[in-house]
């Protein structure tokens, strides 16, 4: 229980709240938790979405499929991490999710009522500008990381897209050495690439002398585009 507070204390939503008045803000938002198998569907994309999901622990990624079961990785949430809360803002009535949201591993989420976050009650009135704050500075942040990705996916070829990807990585740890939170298959679902184009790619690489890797840990040798890690 006290890693699920110490969770909650550090979550982007709840900054600034004290610890004593966190369990009635919690009850006021009807919050519900939550525990998912791995590999389980939290969110189907086309339901409708009413709830913000935050993650407490585990593996839980946002994922895209096409028709022909194709699966692209938008980003993975870490705990603390929030989901959906765009689409639950767009409308009172529930927007219709375009993504799904799935349990890489077994993981805890608890969810908030979305229209308890805009309609306080008398208790938790005093907390509300705090939260609408925090909601609109996470809303920005993920539209910060949206851009970030297209950045990626609008270089022309599988190198520049990993490098890209991998540049970025270095520069959010401040180190040429750092571990990524995804698998081989992952990362290629993630940078829209084909697994193997990308493995050949990273061999190639490794041969110039541009990076080592072991697994889903990277040590940039150069810094490709020159980016500035301080």
Same mark, same amino acid.
């Given at each position: 229980?006290?890693?699920?507070?110490?969770? !909650?204390?550090a979550? #982007?939503?709840?900054?600034?709240?004290p610890? %004593?008045?966190?369990?009635?803000?919690? /009850?006021?938002l009807?919050?519900?938790?939550?525990?998912?198998s791995?590999?389980?569907?939290?969110?189907?994309?086309?339901?409708?979405?009413?709830?913000?999901?935050? *993650?407490?622990?585990?593996?839980? =990624? @946002?994922?895209?499929?096409? &028709?022909?079961? %194709?699966?692209?990785?938008?980003?993975?949430?870490?705990?603390?991490?929030? &989901?959906?809360?765009?689409?639950?803002?767009?409308?009172? $009535?529930?927007a219709?999710?375009? @993504?799904?949201?799935?349990?890489?591993?077994?993981?805890?989420?608890?969810?908030?009522?979305?229209?308890w976050? @805009?309609?306080?009650?008398?208790k938790t009135?005093?907390w509300? #500008?705090?939260l609408?704050? %925090?909601?609109? +500075?996470? !809303?920005a942040?993920?539209? =910060?990381?949206?851009?970030?990705?297209?950045r /990626?996916?609008?270089?022309?070829?599988?190198?520049?897209?990993? !490098?890209s990807?991998?540049?970025? =990585?270095?520069?959010? /740890?401040? %180190?040429?050495?750092?571990?990524?939170? &995804?698998?081989r298959?992952?990362? +290629?679902?993630?940078? $829209?690439?084909?697994?193997?184009?990308?493995?050949?790619?990273?061999?190639?690489?490794?041969?110039?002398g *541009? !990076?080592? @890797?072991?697994?889903?840990?990277?040590k940039?040798?150069?810094?490709?585009?020159g980016?500035n890690?301080?």
């Amino acid at each position: 229980m006290q890693s699920i507070l110490e969770c !909650l204390y550090a979550c #982007p939503l709840f900054a600034g709240i004290p610890g %004593n008045d966190l369990g009635q803000v919690l /009850h006021s938002l009807h919050a519900d938790r939550k525990t998912y198998s791995a590999f389980q569907f939290l969110l189907h994309a086309g339901d409708p979405v009413e709830q913000i999901g935050i *993650v407490l622990d585990g593996r839980v =990624q @946002v994922i895209q499929e096409d &028709f022909s079961g %194709n699966r692209t990785i938008l980003t993975e949430l870490a705990p603390g991490e929030l &989901f959906a809360e765009a689409f639950a803002c767009s409308s009172q $009535c529930g927007a219709i999710l375009p @993504v799904s949201v799935f349990s890489v591993s077994e993981s805890s989420v608890l969810w908030i009522d979305y229209r308890w976050l @805009v309609q306080p009650d008398s208790k938790t009135r005093s907390w509300h #500008p705090v939260l609408i704050r %925090n909601m609109l +500075a996470i !809303l920005a942040d993920k539209n =910060q990381l949206l851009g970030r990705r297209i950045r /990626h996916l609008s270089k022309r070829t599988t190198r520049d897209k990993l !490098l890209s990807f991998l540049t970025e =990585q270095a520069t959010t /740890h401040k %180190n040429l050495e750092f571990s990524i939170p &995804f698998s081989r298959q992952e990362l +290629a679902d993630y940078l $829209c690439v084909e697994r193997s184009a990308m493995s050949s790619v990273l061999s190639s690489l490794q041969k110039e002398g *541009v !990076l080592e @890797v072991s697994r889903r840990k990277f040590k940039l040798k150069i810094i490709p585009y020159g980016e500035n890690l301080s």
